[in-house]
């Protein structure tokens, strides 16, 4: 017999169905899993996450100790350069305690002159700017003048610091033998006062005319084998004389050790006799005080430009350490031509100077 086609079509349709379920099923269970799949991929991307921000709180911590650091020991290599340096790479730190060596030279040239003498200040920056002190030497160049007195003072003296950061300003009223020098000299132990800084702030102060031409090498080879205590140097006046003993050091610069300075500050002696001739003045407080055991006569790497001739004055020549009484522009350019300072001058394109 044959089938009819309602009895046929129940068992072919029934595979298809089947198939059909099974696809359905097939395709919940992948979904299921795709699900699974994007949580576990949420759950661990959001521990990842959480690991580096661990990770990261943890450099920031190091970062910030590392940063505060940096910045105590910017800021006290910016208080050690409080004044304008020459040295081995023109920025050169003071040494701190620590590390410093006996071989490392702090010296302070302190040029007294007067507010109004911008120009000439701006030309003492050229000259010593210019100078490269040996390498572990510091030499600090400071400008010293008493209050300012008036009103474009108090505008361009400020600018002036603000720019080069190498003046001092003293409590005192306008002098040259009335006790300047030694407002100066006793000023200094609190002015540089500093916890953090090298002990002492400088092994030598040396006061100084502006009619002065220092070459900074050579004072600093003169001061290496000498002690760093009780020391008196300078070109020893009267001129004749070669006895550093006899009598005293020449107002065109003389050092002395920072322990004297200390000493300065402390007596009674140069207190109640601040009249007279600064640099005999000076070195009245010396002889009375007992003072400067070590003395170093620098004549005649010292002296009084050559012309005209006197018995201070000398004849330009190598070994040269100070000319003073450079009064005028001639005198400047004929000694600084002398010593050929312009030697490194560098080639470009930019200028032409024969």
Avoid at 98 to 111: E, F, T, V, Y
């Amino acid at each position: 017999m044959t089938p009819s086609l309602s009895d046929t079509s129940g068992p072919l349709l029934r595979p298809h169905h089947s198939k059909m379920a099974e696809d359905r099923f097939n395709c919940r269970i992948e979904m299921k899993n795709a699900r699974l799949d994007r949580r576990r991929f949420v759950l661990s991307s959001f521990f990842f996450i959480l690991f580096l921000c661990f990770l990261a709180s943890i450099n920031e911590v190091r970062f910030d100790s590392l940063l505060k650091f940096g910045q105590c020991a910017l800021a006290s290599s910016m208080h050690s350069q409080s004044f304008n340096s020459i040295s081995s790479d023109h920025n050169l730190s003071a040494t701190s305690n620590a590390s410093a060596s006996s071989d490392d030279i702090r010296i302070l040239i302190g040029i007294l002159t007067l507010p109004d003498q911008y120009q000439r200040r701006h030309f003492l920056r050229l000259i010593y700017g210019t100078q490269e002190a040996p390498t572990g030497v510091k030499v600090d160049v400071k400008f010293v003048f008493c209050n300012l007195t008036k009103e474009d003072q108090k505008v361009l003296v400020a600018l002036e610091i603000m720019r080069y950061d190498d003046i001092i300003i003293l409590d005192c009223k306008e002098n040259m033998n009335k006790g300047k020098t030694y407002t100066y000299f006793s000023s200094l132990p609190e002015m540089l006062s500093d916890a953090n800084g090298p002990s002492p702030p400088y092994h030598y102060v040396m006061k100084a005319d502006d009619d002065t031409y220092f070459r900074v090498n050579n004072l600093v080879e003169s001061l290496r084998p000498l002690p760093r205590e009780d020391l008196y140097y300078g070109y020893v006046i009267p001129c004749p004389s070669m006895d550093p003993f006899k009598h005293y050091m020449s107002g065109m610069g003389y050092l002395i050790s920072w322990d004297i300075v200390e000493w300065i500050r402390e007596s009674e002696i140069p207190k109640n006799h601040l009249e007279g001739p600064e640099d005999k003045t000076f070195g009245d407080w010396i002889r009375e005080g007992h003072r400067a055991k070590n003395r170093y006569n620098a004549k005649w790497s010292m002296y009084n430009f050559p012309e005209p001739h006197t018995g201070c004055t000398h004849e330009l020549w190598p070994d040269t350490i100070a000319v003073h009484l450079l009064k005028n522009q001639e005198k400047w350019v004929r000694t600084l031509k002398y010593f050929n300072v312009t030697a490194h001058l560098k080639p470009s394109k930019l200028y032409h100077i024969p």
